[in-house]
């Protein structure tokens, strides 16, 4: 029976696994914005939240942003009620994302969105992408890569033998990230929020198989 690559894989061989990071500096800033509406009646809940979410795309609009770069996010009702005695109430939420790619800017953006969709207006969190990360994770990967074949050679060397030809390569997969809560925005006057890109660093890893090579 064959075993399994990393076990008695037929003529021998080595396994190692490779990690690799790379630095990238983030050019795009994704917000997620949303206006949330309490009241006992789902329409006016609706309409409410419709209307600051209203002033919101308009504060947005006034400061340059394409309305391409604005799409809707969780749009929900939900009830509640304050206590096991109390009244239940229509939440009405209506998100969106986004998508400011002036980072030296879209602080003050926000801050005059946030500012202009009034108490009824929340802010789940900003986010500091990289636009195009297929550089940096290319040097990653190249990194991991580097990586990898140095373990190998050094094993290879540890057990008196020559590093054949690769037989296999698994890449690792990237992890996710956390969803944001959204917190409630206060005071009504336009304000910035402070965004510093710095960097981000950029992971890969790879999992390599080396059959042994010709010789002693």
Do not use: C, I, N, Y
């Not at 809940?45 to 942003?65: F, H, M, N, P």
């Not at 969709?117 to 580097?146: F, M, N, S, Y």
Request: glycine share 12%; net charge negative.
């Amino acid at each position: 029976m064959t075993g399994p690559a990393h076990g008695t894989d037929a003529p021998g061989g080595v396994t190692v696994r490779g990690s690799g990071a790379a630095d990238a500096v983030p050019d795009v800033v994704l917000a997620d914005l949303a206006t949330e509406v309490r009241d006992r009646d789902v329409a006016v809940a609706l309409r409410d939240a419709t209307t600051a979410l209203a002033a919101v795309r308009a504060a947005l609009r006034a400061a340059g942003v394409d309305d391409r770069a604005v799409r809707t996010g969780d749009v929900a009702t939900w009830t509640e009620q304050d206590g096991p005695d109390g009244d239940l109430r229509v939440v009405a939420r209506m998100g969106v994302v986004v998508t400011l790619r002036d980072t030296a800017t879209a602080g003050d953006v926000v801050g005059a969105a946030l500012a202009a969709g009034g108490p009824a207006v929340r802010l789940g969190g900003l986010r500091l992408v990289v636009a195009d990360p297929a550089r940096a994770h290319a040097r990653a990967r190249e990194a991991a890569w580097q990586d990898a074949h140095e373990k190998a050679t050094h094993l290879a060397a540890l057990a008196g033998r020559p590093l054949g030809d690769v037989r296999w390569v698994h890449e690792g997969d990237p992890a996710g990230g956390e969803v944001p809560r959204f917190a409630r925005a206060l005071g009504a006057d336009a304000f910035a929020l402070p965004v510093d890109p710095g960097e981000q660093s950029v992971r890969a890893t790879v999992t390599v198989r080396w059959d042994w090579g010709d010789g002693t």
